[in-house]
């Protein structure tokens, strides 16, 4: 049985080392202490339809936030993100449908009269990566 395991583990170890740590700073928030709502999207499918692969909600302080997406296979990753800035849990727009609060995307991606697509917004994850995302 013990050796069963340490063969388990030999073939397993190489499944590890292709696992990488998406690190991320938003910057550009409000002053105030504010909830930061963060969307990882693993494709332009699920993007599109607003699928989580995973999401956080971190703190803002003093404009700025720091977490990490950590074990992530390779591939390409997209973001989007927004600070709740009156504490209601969503992005609120106006009547024309433009965010009324601050929010961004990977690569500070930026659309035309709507969000980005997957494509300008994704990142390539092949190993730890580091990125920062301007608040606008």
Known sequence: MHK????????????????????????????????????LFDSAQNYDSNKTLAAQIVQMNHGTAKLSFPGLAPGRYALRVFADENGNGKLDTNLMGMPTERYGFSNDAK??????????AALQVDANVQTVIHLR
């Open 111 to 120: 659309g035309n009269r709507a969000a980005p697509g997957f494509d300008a």
């Open 4 to 39: 069963l395991s340490l063969a388990a583990a030999a073939l397993l170890a190489p499944l590890g080392a292709l696992a990488a740590d998406l690190q991320l700073s938003v910057v550009d928030g409000p002053a105030a202490t504010t909830p930061l709502y963060v969307a």
